[in-house]
């Protein structure tokens, strides 16, 4: 299987060069008129690790004091900033903000589609190879874990949960997935099934 995804992956994402410029048509994603008006533009990495070989993903818990989404489990990333060219430098940057982990670790190949969360941030998910020698140096401002989850487990069907919560006095649908760990839930459970549902329709 590991083959067949290192074939996949590169052909399943958008190429680098090919940036989205829209929110794509994530699924649960019943939010048009619950969308903040503007959306600050942000990016995140999606890291993936070759462990003699078995993939798996990076993915970090927040700590729990922070003003937005403590204790979550997401991505590393953030805010872009006026000097980053694009969202690969934001992912790069924030990866070494806020995990420790060097650029020249990490290798970029694509993109997921854009998603805009109800926090008011329009996320650019850049996916990339991330060296199985890195060695995470985490904020702890910012990082209270970071742990790995074989990209198998998100791609079981029985794995993912659709979730139906009330949310500013209407209901709507949100993705959780059954990890016995840290909750993965929400956007970044939405950005792990997008990568899933790209996999899947790549040969």
């Not at 934001?90 to 854009?114: H, K, Q, W």
């Not at 956007?187 to 996999?199: E, I, S």
């Amino acid at each position: 299987m590991i083959d067949s995804l290192l074939r996949r992956l590169p052909r399943a994402v958008r190429p680098l060069d090919d940036p989205p410029a829209a929110a794509g048509d994530h699924d649960a994603s019943d939010l048009d008129d619950l969308l903040p008006p503007t959306r600050a533009a942000a990016a995140v990495l999606v890291p993936l690790v070759n462990r003699s070989g078995s993939l798996s993903v990076l993915l970090t818990r927040r700590t729990d004091h922070l003003a937005r989404h403590a204790g979550q489990v997401s991505f590393p990333g953030g805010r872009c900033e006026p000097a980053d060219c694009d969202a690969v430098a934001t992912a790069l940057r924030e990866t070494l903000e806020e995990v420790g982990i060097e650029s020249a670790l990490i290798e970029p190949f694509g993109y997921l589609d854009i998603l805009e969360t109800v926090s008011g941030y329009c996320v650019t998910p850049v996916v990339a190879w991330l060296d199985a020698a890195y060695k995470a140096h985490p904020d702890p401002h910012e990082v209270a874990e970071i742990f790995e989850v074989p990209l198998e487990f998100f791609l079981a069907p029985e794995n993912l949960r659709r979730l139906r919560v009330e949310y500013r006095g209407r209901p709507r649908e949100i993705l959780e997935f059954a990890h016995v760990g840290p909750r993965i839930w929400g956007a970044t459970a939405t950005m792990l099934f997008n990568l899933v549902r790209r996999l899947e329709a790549t040969t």
